[in-house]
Nanobody
Framework: VQLQASGGGSVQAGDSLRLSCTAS????????MGWFRQGPGKQREFVAG????????YYANFVKGRFTVSRNYAMNTMYLQMNDLKPEDTAVYYC??????????????WGQGTLVTVSS
């Protein structure tokens, strides 16, 4: 299984971006999928997750109300719509998939990361 993340770029504060993560090799509809990020000099942190076909979504407090995670099961793809971006959102964003929990130790598959840079 490979996860291909895309959609990163350089934007101004207040702008929006949509990240995509497409899985190949097998369908991941039964998996939980999520987004993590790692900013400069920081540890990787959870951003948002969406669990199985029930579509339950979870967000880190620092993105609530600004980011929305969604999935297109037919296309085996997950999205992260990021609005009102802030300079502190600057990071490499990684997508991930796991059978159940999105705890980092439970992740089966990681994408390669896509860089988001937000300037003030």
């Amino acid at each position: 299984v490979q996860l291909q993340a895309s959609g990163g770029g350089s934007v101004q504060a207040g702008d929006s971006l949509r990240l995509s993560c497409t899985a190949s090799g097998r369908t991941l509809n039964s998996y939980a999928m999520g987004w993590f990020r790692q900013g400069p000099g920081k540890q990787r942190e959870f951003v948002a997750g969406i669990y199985r076909s029930a579509g339950n979504q979870y967000y880190a407090n620092f993105v609530k109300g600004r980011f929305t995670v969604s999935r297109n099961y037919a296309m085996n793809t997950m999205y992260l719509q990021m609005n009102d971006l802030k300079p502190e959102d600057t990071a490499v964003y990684y997508c991930a998939a796991a059978p159940e929990s999105l705890a980092p130790s439970a992740i089966d598959y990681w994408g390669q990361g896509t860089l988001v840079t937000v300037s003030s």
